[in-house]
């Protein structure tokens, strides 16, 4: 087994090899004995360590045990998780939800599932990859559009159909978390009903925190109504952890029968289900809409103040994160580096999660970050040149 000494030897070299360091969660976090302002984390609402969501699971704990012992369709289904599904069915106003273990499992259960060897699935070049792993394993013909280009999506759709008795399935991330970038689901819902397409939209990143109520992507754009199947997580926003489809109650009846990434799989534990259930109620109260408001502020000022500094972000509302386009993996390392030694943490994304030369620092506030917490990060920032912007 060289090769695998090998394999991590080149891509050192490459500037892409990776570690696991552990921190503390929360908005701010200890490495090395110093404080650093955690811009890291997909824990837009600081709902990950909240009182309120610890005491919920704590009391689940007690109540259900540490783990549901099976899959939900032997004997692990708890009436926690049942509350769960309809308090995200009723956040994301569709008839019904499926908890899953995890937004990953989502996305490949709900493709694999419902999509076959005779369909063709069209899919941003940017999805995430739980969404292409999920089109892969369903074995349906799979045809990338360039990000976001609906021209080219509908060239595509006017070509050849799916076999005799397939169908066609659109696939896309809502909010693309590596690009602050946003799907223009009114225009691909338009498409999808001109060419008889299956919209399937994964709203991980917009779940919580963007729309009234936390509701998500699809409500802010106004056509939550327009899209048959919409996966979500519990582990950004919400910050807990476990994934979910949502859509009529017929979907999620079928996913019961035919998603093996639920069926075969334990149900989540009921202390997390707890939680998130926690998480539902509190994105959905004014508390919830105060802190939205203070975390896209936050992204606001950071945008402005990057930007005046001479760098290229790229980010659109109500997108929680933004991208600082960096240009080679070396050089979004020292970066991230030079941040770090000035007290900010913010992770350099590099290939393969971005494409080769769009090496970036990823930037997500938190809504327990302060007004100063913020000017902080934007001071730790070298001028845009002094580190050589270079965008591919
Ligand atoms: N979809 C998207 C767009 C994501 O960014 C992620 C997480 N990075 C997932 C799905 C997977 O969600 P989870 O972390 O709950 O598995």
């Known amino acids: 087994m060289e090769w695998l000494t090998r394999q991590l030897r080149q891509l050192e070299a490459k500037g892409l090899r990776r570690t696991l360091r552990p921190l503390a969660a929360g908005p701010y976090v200890e490495r090395d004995g110093r404080r650093l302002l955690n811009l890291a984390s997909n824990d837009y609402l600081g709902l990950s360590t909240d009182p309120r969501l610890t005491a919920a699971a704590r009391e689940a704990l007690e109540r259900w045990g540490v783990g549901a012992g099976a899959a939900r369709l032997v004997v692990g289904d708890r009436p926690v998780h049942e509350a769960l599904e309809a308090a995200l069915a009723a956040l994301k106003e569709t008839e019904a939800a499926l908890v899953f273990p995890s937004g990953y499992a989502a996305n490949v259960g709900v493709l694999s599932a419902l999509a076959g060897p005779r369909d063709q699935i069209f899919a941003d070049a940017l999805n995430h990859a739980s969404l292409n792993d999920g089109a892969r394993l369903s074995r349906a013909r799979f045809r990338y559009y360039r990000h976001r280009d609906l021209e080219q999506l509908e060239r595509l759709l006017q070509g050849p159909g799916p076999a005799p008795g397939g169908r066609r399935f659109i696939v896309t991330d809502a909010i693309f978390s590596m690009d602050g970038t946003v799907a223009p689901l009114p225009e691909l819902a338009e ?27 699809a409500h802010h754009l106004g056509v939550a109504d327009r899209i048959p199947v919409q996966v979500a997580t519990l582990s950004k926003a919400l910050g807990v952890q476990g994934g979910a489809a949502l859509g009529s109650r017929a979907l999620v009846d079928y996913l019961l029968h035919r998603a093996r990434a639920f069926i075969y799989s334990t149900g989540i534990s009921p202390v997390l289900a707890a939680a998130a259930l926690e998480a539902v109620r509190l994105v959905q109260s004014d508390e919830g809409a105060r802190r939205r408001h203070r975390q896209q502020a936050h992204v606001a000022r950071l945008k402005a103040g990057l930007e005046a500094l001479g760098y290229t972000v790229r980010h659109e509302p109500p997108a929680p994160m933004l991208a600082v386009l960096v240009g080679a993996p070396e050089a979004a390392l020292r970066l991230s580096a030079m941040l770090e030694t000035r007290g900010v943490l913010a992770p350099a994304i590099r290939p393969p999660t971005v494409p080769p030369g769009t090496s970036r620092i990823r930037l997500a506030p938190m809504a327990t970050h302060t007004d100063d917490d913020i000017e902080a990060a934007l001071a730790a920032f070298p001028e845009a040149e002094a580190i050589q912007p270079h965008v591919a």
């Not at 498409?191 to 917009?206: E, F, K, P, Q, S």
């Open 191 to 217: 498409l999808a009903a001109r060419y008889d397409a299956v919209l399937v939209v994964d709203d991980a990143h917009g779940t919580g925190i963007v729309g009234p109520e936390g509701r998500g992507t």
